[in-house]
């Protein structure tokens, strides 16, 4: 896999707002090419020893690989979450154009459409 693999980010937040305001802060820095944010799930975990069920907002990102520890190191300062979830998973397939869209957004320094 090389670094401009195209992958999906997928990160949690306590609310849409705060999901929002991370994933468009990523975008306009050129992490991300684009975010979505599913406003509402419902979130279920063990922490300190407790079951936890929690409402989050759940944040996908499409970038590609070279930018993965970047968008994970922004979400750990800028969220506010003790430990937030940021996951990548490499994406196998897609429509081409799609995914050299993706590519030339995160890899560009201004603004393209």
Avoid at 8 to 32: K, N, S
Avoid at 49 to 61: P, S, T
């Amino acid at each position: 896999m090389s670094d401009t693999s195209p992958v999906l980010v997928i990160a949690t937040f306590a609310t849409r707002d705060e999901a929002e305001r991370v994933g468009e802060a990523l975008v306009e820095q050129r992490l991300a090419a684009c975010g979505n944010v599913i406003p509402t799930i419902h979130s279920f975990y063990y922490w300190e020893g407790k079951l936890q069920r929690e409402l989050e907002a759940l944040l996908l990102l499409k970038s590609t690989r070279v930018h993965v520890a970047a968008i994970a190191d922004y979400i750990q300062r800028e969220g506010n979450a003790e430990m937030p979830e940021v996951v990548s998973v490499p994406v196998e397939g897609g429509l081409s154009g799609y995914l050299e869209w993706v590519a030339g957004q995160v890899d560009s320094k201004g603004p393209r459409s």
